[in-house]
């Protein structure tokens, strides 16, 4: 049985820091295929993906490039998710993702993880 187990998120002021972490069982190519998504209180989840890792790329949207960086440690099957400079606009339920990704907006995604809430405050 596969799971993505998300942690890592809280509440933080603006301009914090937080890093949250993807980690797969039964599940060994997470670190190739993964992407984070978020979903804003009150909001229908972002369509397309913030980051996401698909074979040797990866892409970052507009709304977190030099702010948000993706890495990977393939020996604990994780990703994480560092997130800088945050915005009160950032706060959201964030989600990876396992799938298959041909860009930000079109994806066939396998697996979810459970969601980790990030909350910045002004």
């Known amino acids: 049985q596969v799971q993505l187990v998300e942690s890592g998120g809280g509440s933080v002021q603006a301009g914090g820091s937080l890093t949250l972490s993807c980690t797969a069982s039964?599940?060994?190519?997470?670190?190739?295929?993964v992407a984070w998504f978020r979903q804003a209180p009150g909001k229908e989840s972002e369509g397309d993906a913030l980051?996401?890792?698909?074979?040797?790329?990866?892409n970052y949207g507009h709304s977190v490039t030099g702010r948000f960086t993706i890495s990977r440690d393939h020996a604990k099957n994780t990703v994480y998710l560092q997130m800088n400079s945050l915005k009160p606009e950032d706060t959201a339920m964030y989600y990876c993702?396992?799938?298959?990704?041909?860009?930000?907006?079109?994806?066939?995604?396998?697996?979810w993880g459970q969601g980790t809430q990030v909350t910045v405050s002004s």
């Open positions: 039964g599940y060994t190519y997470l670190s190739n295929q």
């Open positions: 980051i996401y890792i698909f074979g040797g790329s990866t």
């Open positions: 993702a396992a799938g298959i990704f041909y860009a930000r907006n079109c994806q066939t995604i396998n697996f």
